[in-house]
């Protein structure tokens, strides 16, 4: 077995939810990433820089912000930035997923997912985060910590990461009921 099917994730996370609307529309909400600022707890929008939006190989540069509590002991990035990501699939009405672009514009292992079901006459909405290897980011961030503290970081930034996903979809659900 190859050593990355052995080794567990960095970061694995996933939340669920049902919304009174059909994969369809759902989808056609959460795939229109300059819309994650309706919901996200840190991407504020951002545009289309490359191919056709919302379609594999299309690229997406988010605005994001993050403030100076989050994970406050570690070196993380605060207040504003930009992220590049790669739609990995889209499958309307099924599935949507984009991985994070390192510095040098590389899809990292850092994958963002929607995944879309119908249940109850609605739609059942899971996100989900992976990151198999440690990115370009988590790098530079846990660059100088000695073990400890790198076990630490992990699991705080495990912690944040699921509360992100959980946050996210309620506030979706929010944004796609009150406008149907």
Not at 69 to 87: H, I, K, L, M, Q
Not at 135 to 146: F, N
Request: hydrophobic share 35%; aromatic share 8%.
């Amino acid at each position: 077995m190859a050593e990355s099917q052995t080794r567990a994730p960095v970061f694995e996370a996933q939340a669920e939810i049902n919304i009174d609307a059909t994969p369809a529309e759902v989808y056609a909400a959460v795939s229109d990433l300059p819309r994650s600022g309706e919901w996200s707890s840190e991407c504020t929008g951002g545009e289309w820089i490359e191919g056709t939006p919302g379609t594999p190989g299309a690229v997406f540069r988010g605005h994001n912000v993050r403030g100076d509590d989050v994970v406050s002991w570690a070196p993380v990035v605060r207040g504003e930035w930009t992220t590049e990501a790669e739609v990995l699939t889209a499958v309307a009405g099924t599935e949507f997923s984009w991985g994070i672009r390192d510095s040098r514009g590389n899809t990292q292992p850092s994958v963002w997912s929607f995944g879309m079901s119908p249940e109850n006459g609605g739609c059942r909405l899971v996100h989900r985060f992976r990151m198999d290897t440690p990115t370009e980011g988590i790098r530079k961030i846990t660059a100088d910590m000695d073990a400890g503290e790198h076990r630490q970081f992990l699991t705080d930034w495990g912690t944040k990461v699921a509360a992100d996903l959980r946050d996210t979809l309620r506030r979706i659900k929010v944004v796609i009921e009150e406008t149907r």
